[in-house]
């Protein structure tokens, strides 16, 4: 006789939650970075197990706690509307709450703070790929824990549990700064190492070291810090701070949008209607101060065998390297864009037909001679060696328009396609070989 499990019931529930996990797409990721992430995840169990143990817990202390839950509950929903971005690090103020509760309670709050509202929020706003979630409620965990546990180990006398005032006032509130910190050193550096595992070739300066992210970090830290002074001095007081976290928190997710909105998903660099946007106005600009411009446009030879052969994953991993070796050999310089499926281009503001080909010929000997391995997924250990044919057309009185000068580029990459392949070819009016 088969005993069925009744639908909904506790042991369907938790049968239900094993087969999830073992689908998770961590387990198809390359064996260092799975390990990595599963030992993070254990390690922050296990110390909010034993911090849960060893708590002493008050009513105080447990309200003051399910308070600034609610007030993070308040902000999740308040901006439920708004489209979470993709693809990067996202900054959703949450932290604000996070460091609140490490300062004003014991480390304990802290470890567990992240489950209650990260599982609220997965609950209301959209699903995401859950390894990359808890994984991410883990590097939260520890390092709020350890800020908590930081803050606490100073002596009364310099901080202690009240800002007090004054001279102490002021050592409270830069010990509370350096803890919020500390827990971003934390937090970011376990998240880096999940990131450079699972991609070696992530440009990690363009998620953290931006200017854009270097700001909305101090900002968001200095939030954090006075909810932490006003919820020590009263808990009742974080009334009057949520509206101006919550708006904040609205326009950080909605600049993040329309940041996200100007790249290509895949590559991160600019997508095509947001290149042709931006060349224009510099194409324009060109013309009037009658200064020289230059458009290379590369195209991946045989690119569709990648995804033949390795699948469109592979493909996109393929893509994302060229693209970092594009950025790579332009060093900051020009606007570059995918403007096709496996064709990218770059305008080239003051540079002429000679400069313009000898980036041209780096970047064509770059990518022939660096062999592109694939790093996870199911073709991991794949390797693609591939070559790019290029196009260079340059601005001159025939070419009045934007359309011209990219119409131009293509000619001259048909030609380097129709006569082999792996070479660049330029245009009329470009530097020709000597």
Request: hydrophobic share 50%; charged share 15%.
């Given at each position: 006789?088969?005993?069925?499990?009744?639908?909904?019931?506790?042991?369907?529930?938790?049968?239900t939650?094993?087969?999830?996990?073992?689908?998770?797409?961590?387990?198809?990721?390359?064996?260092?970075?799975?390990?990595?992430?599963?030992?993070?995840?254990?390690?922050?169990?296990?110390?909010?197990?034993?911090a849960?143990?060893?708590?002493?817990?008050?009513?105080?202390?447990?309200?003051?706690?399910?308070?600034?839950?609610?007030?993070?509950?308040?902000?999740?929903?308040?901006?439920?509307?708004?489209?979470?971005?993709?693809?990067?690090?996202?900054?959703?103020?949450?932290?604000?709450?996070?460091?609140?509760?490490?300062?004003?309670?014991?480390?304990?709050?802290?470890?567990?703070?992240?489950?209650?509202?990260?599982?609220?929020?997965?609950?209301?706003?959209?699903?995401?790929?859950?390894h990359?979630?808890?994984?991410?409620?883990?590097?939260?965990?520890?390092?709020?824990?350890?800020?908590?546990?930081?803050?606490?180990?100073?002596?009364?006398?310099?901080?202690?549990?009240?800002?007090?005032?004054?001279?102490?006032?002021?050592?409270?509130t830069?010990?509370?700064?350096?803890?919020?910190?500390?827990?971003?050193?934390?937090?970011?550096g376990?998240?880096?190492?999940?990131?450079?595992?699972?991609?070696?070739?992530?440009?990690?300066?363009?998620?953290?070291?931006?200017?854009?992210?270097?700001?909305?970090d101090?900002?968001?830290?200095?939030?954090?810090?006075?909810?932490?002074?006003?919820?020590?001095?009263?808990?009742?007081?974080?009334?009057?701070a949520?509206?101006?976290?919550?708006?904040?928190r609205?326009?950080?997710?909605q600049?993040?949008?329309?940041?996200?909105?100007?790249?290509?998903?895949?590559?991160?660099?600019?997508?095509?209607?947001?290149?042709?946007?931006?060349a224009?106005?510099?194409?324009?600009?060109?013309v009037?101060?009658?200064?020289p411009?230059?458009?290379?446009?590369v195209?991946?030879?045989?690119?569709?065998?990648?995804?033949?052969?390795?699948?469109?994953?592979?493909?996109?991993?393929?893509?994302?390297?060229?693209?970092?070796i594009?950025?790579?050999?332009?060093?900051?310089?020009?606007?570059?864009?995918?403007?096709?499926?496996?064709?990218?281009?770059?305008?080239?503001?003051?540079?002429?037909?000679?400069?313009?080909?000898?980036?041209?010929?780096?970047?064509?000997?770059?990518?022939?001679?660096e062999?592109?391995?694939?790093?996870?997924?199911?073709?991991?250990?794949?390797?693609?060696?591939?070559t790019?044919?290029?196009?260079?057309?340059?601005?001159?009185?025939?070419?009045r328009?934007?359309?011209?000068?990219?119409?131009?580029?293509?000619?001259?990459l048909?030609?380097?396609?129709?006569?082999?392949?792996?070479?660049?070819?330029?245009?009329?009016?470009?530097?020709?070989?000597?």
């Amino acid at each position: 006789m088969i005993a069925l499990r009744p639908r909904g019931s506790p042991a369907s529930v938790i049968w239900t939650g094993i087969t999830s996990i073992r689908k998770w797409q961590v387990w198809t990721l390359r064996i260092q970075s799975s390990v990595y992430i599963v030992s993070v995840v254990i390690a922050a169990a296990i110390v909010a197990a034993i911090a849960v143990a060893r708590a002493n817990w008050t009513a105080v202390d447990v309200g003051t706690y399910l308070a600034l839950l609610g007030c993070g509950v308040v902000a999740i929903e308040a901006t439920r509307t708004v489209r979470e971005p993709t693809g990067g690090v996202a900054r959703d103020l949450q932290t604000v709450w996070y460091l609140a509760i490490a300062i004003t309670l014991p480390p304990v709050y802290a470890l567990l703070a992240p489950i209650p509202l990260t599982a609220y929020r997965l609950l209301r706003v959209r699903r995401v790929l859950m390894h990359r979630r808890v994984f991410s409620n883990a590097t939260i965990s520890l390092a709020y824990g350890g800020a908590s546990a930081a803050f606490h180990l100073v002596p009364a006398s310099f901080a202690g549990t009240m800002p007090g005032s004054g001279v102490h006032a002021i050592t409270w509130t830069g010990l509370a700064a350096c803890c919020g910190a500390l827990a971003w050193i934390i937090n970011n550096g376990l998240l880096l190492g999940g990131i450079v595992l699972s991609d070696p070739r992530a440009r990690v300066r363009d998620l953290f070291g931006n200017r854009e992210a270097i700001v909305s970090d101090l900002i968001e830290l200095t939030l954090a810090v006075s909810l932490a002074l006003v919820v020590a001095i009263n808990p009742l007081l974080m009334a009057l701070a949520l509206p101006s976290i919550v708006l904040y928190r609205r326009h950080l997710m909605q600049a993040q949008l329309v940041a996200q909105a100007r790249l290509d998903p895949k590559t991160g660099m600019l997508n095509a209607e947001t290149w042709r946007r931006e060349a224009e106005v510099e194409f324009v600009r060109a013309v009037r101060g009658r200064s020289p411009l230059a458009l290379i446009v590369v195209d991946i030879d045989h690119f569709s065998s990648v995804n033949e052969t390795a699948g469109r994953l592979a493909g996109d991993q393929v893509l994302r390297c060229i693209a970092g070796i594009l950025t790579d050999n332009l060093g900051g310089m020009g606007l570059a864009g995918r403007t096709g499926g496996e064709e990218f281009t770059i305008l080239l503001p003051h540079t002429g037909g000679a400069e313009a080909r000898r980036i041209g010929e780096r970047i064509r000997d770059h990518i022939a001679g660096e062999p592109i391995a694939i790093e996870d997924g199911s073709h991991a250990g794949f390797v693609f060696r591939l070559t790019v044919s290029i196009g260079i057309a340059v601005l001159d009185h025939s070419r009045r328009a934007l359309a011209e000068l990219i119409g131009a580029a293509d000619v001259a990459l048909s030609e380097a396609k129709a006569t082999g392949r792996n070479k660049v070819c330029v245009g009329p009016g470009a530097a020709q070989p000597g």
